[in-house]
Each structure stands twice: as structure tokens, then as C-alpha cells.
DNA sequence: TGTACATCAGTGAACGCGCGTTCACTGATGTAC
DNA sequence: TGTACATCAGTGAACGCGCGTTCACTGATGTAC
């Protein structure tokens, strides 16, 4: 075996990566070590050369991958024309595509109150990324027509997207992401008479 | 021991109980049936008499602290006078004291993300009491002077307590259910020019 | 009224299993001489 | 150029533990006679 002088950091990254699409995708408690690692071609007992705990990984695993996805929002609004990025965005956002592709999809909605239940580093870590997502929301308003609290927006986008994933009924989730385009819709204003702040 | 004639009855209500705040508190894994069964005063062997498997407690306890909690707030809502029962509902929802007390608040928001990646029985329980949930929101808007689409009214409500919850940042927090509230009063609309349906 | 018995809610030890974590070891590498 | 050695990413068996579940048993009860 040849190892390039990134090899271990190349590992680490693939590790990160599995680790927050299955988090996502499955939970953080159902989602075992040794799964995870063998899930990356490796067996259980390298982890702890990379992490110190597994509840180091799911901080550092949920930190990336909502770090990726808000890269990933971000690079396909800017696809689109000013002016039509915040519908672009409620749209994605509230997509069955995006319902039915946790694993990929927004960290909150997947994970948001597991992590609330977790120890004070994690929650600083997943803190620090729902200001970032906070952030992509206020730069897509930046170009557009309207104004909006941008907490009240990723409010009902997650509220929307739990409920459309939780509910066992194709009609009622499809008619959830509806009713979410609709609600987050509602909370932008028009700027000259709008309630800034 | 003496047995009265619904003594077991009783005991499984209990067990229900008990299961449905702890789960809210502190998550569906994270609390084991010898746990829950020493927590009513009951060793582990009973558990059996009385549920098939935990899962079939998951989706029972899940259920009814849902409907409790449903009850809860429609008893609370009739206390109000009749076009201040909108308000009274956010205001509840979105208060500090429900965001910090979990094991006896809303199911969606404790659990709804876990609860999706459950078995078929148990998110049908779920969705059922998801619908009589939004029935509630619909009852109270039948005496308000506006007009919503309660599906968007439970997503705002939903999202923004999930978010007032996982964040570990006491501004933050409180923000998060500022935004919220006004989130959910920007999608009622008046009646006259309501867009129904 | 008193004894024998069926009932059944609950006991508590045990089952196999997978969890997170530890650790002595492997074996291919680049370096020293 | 060739041999000896330190490095270190990854191996795989083992640790104790708590999980969900099973089952032979207990012991207070109401009923039969």
C-alpha cells in the first residue's frame, strides 16, 4: 500500500462525508461506527486514528455536510436571473426531490432537533452553520424585489419539510410543500413600505 | 398486591405516558424499555404483557402524547375569547416555556424528523394525529377575523421551534420565535379578499 | 366458614447482539548509512 | 546499490455494556366446592 503525503487527510474527508450523508439519511443514533467505516472500505478499528469520539464525527460530519449544502444552494442560485433567486430557492428548497433526498439535503430539517439534544460543542458547531444558512438567505433577498426575515423564511422551510417527510399520506406531504411555498411566500414584503429589522 | 378490575389497563397508561414524555425529552433511542418500565415503578420482564414490541409503544406513545397535547391546547384556546384565539395559539406555541419544555409539547417538533424513518404502522399513527392537529389550527380560525391555510400555519410554527431548539445561542433562540410569530401572522389574510383553499 | 385451585400482573435472570472503544499488531513506505 | 530501521495508516480481535426480547417462576387474587 502506498500512501500520498495526503493520503490519511484524503481518508478523514471520506469519512466526513459518508458519515453526514448517512446521518441524513438514516439518523445519527441507527448510523454504528463500524458501519460507517466499512461503508468507506475500512475497518472499525482505524477511527479513532481520525476522531476522538464518535460524537466528534457526527459535529464534524453535520457541520460539513450543511456547510456543502448551503454551497450547493448557493452555487445554483447564482445560476439564476437576479430577481427570481428567492423563488428559485423557497422551490429547491420545497422540491420532492429535495424531500425524498434527505441524505444530500438540509441538515436541519434531517437532524435539527436530535442535535438540539446533543452535547454544548456540537450544538456550537451546527449553531455556527444555521447562521450561514441565515446568511445565504439574506444574500438572495440582497437582489431581489422583496424583503423578509430571513428566520422567519428558513422557519417555514424546515417546518415544511419535516412535516411533508413525516407524514405516512403522498397527498397530504405533496399538499405540505405547497402550503410551505405558500406560507414562506407570504413573509416577503414589499421593500418601500416593508418592516425592516 | 390486589388487582382492581382495570388494574392493568391502568398501568399500560402508565407505561404509555411516561414513554411519550421521555421520548419527547429526550429522543425515541435514546430511551430503552428496562428504563421506561423501572420509571413506573415496574421491572423489564412486564413490558411484554403489554406491547408487542417498543416500536408498537413508539407508535402508541407517540400518538397519544400528540393527541394529549392537541387537547391541551384546545382546552387552553377555548378559555379565549373568540378573534384573540389565533394569537393565543402562536403565542403558545412559540413561547419560551414550550420550547424548553419538550417532554410536553408538540410531537412534530420533538420527534416529527425521527418518527419519518419509522415503520409504515407508526407513521400512520402519526399522521393521523398530524391531521387532527391541523383540524385544531382550522377550528381556531373559524372564529378569527382572518383566514389561513393551516398546513403553512403548522410548518411556520414547526420550523421555527425546531430551529428556537437546536441552536445553542440564547439570542438566537428567542429570535427564532420572534421571527416565527411573525412568520405565522403574515399568512393569515383577511377574510373579505381571503384566497380560500 | 374453610380449603384447593385457576388466574394473571409482574419478577428477574438470561439470551444473543451490536454498540463505542481499546490495543497489540501488520506491512508498505521513505530514510539512514 | 543494498541492507536496517523508524514511521504510521490501517487491521482485527477483544473489552464491557446496554439493548430488545424471552421465559420459567412468584404470589396475591377471586372462585369452586
Known sequence: MRYSKDHK??????????????????????????????GVGLTVGGF???????????????????????????????????????????????SPSHRDNAAEGCMIAANGAELGRHPQATRAAFTAQVNAWLGLIDETLRFEEVTA??????????GALVLARSVDDHVLSDAFLDSGKRAVRACLTPPAKGEKK
Chains 1, 2 share one sequence.
Not at 426575515?149 to 424546515?158: F, N, Y
Request: aromatic share 8%; proline share 1%; hydrophobic share 45%.
Open 48 to 94: 479513532y486514528a481520525h476522531f476522538e469520539s464518535k460524537e466528534a464525527l457526527i459535529a464534524e460530519a453535520c457541520s460539513a455536510g450543511f456547510a456543502e449544502t448551503t454551497a450547493r444552494f448557493r452555487a445554483y442560485l447564482d445560476t439564476r436571473p437576479k430577481g427570481k433567486r428567492m423563488a428559485a430557492l423557497i422551490d429547491a428548497y420545497l
Open 149 to 158: 426575515d430571513a428566520r422567519g423564511v428558513a422557519s417555514a422551510l424546515v
Open 9 to 38: 487527510t484524503e481518508t478523514r474527508r471520506r469519512i466526513v462525508q459518508n458519515a453526514s450523508r448517512r446521518f441524513r439519511d438514516e439518523g445519527v443514533e441507527a448510523v454504528g461506527v463500524a458501519s460507517l467505516m466499512s
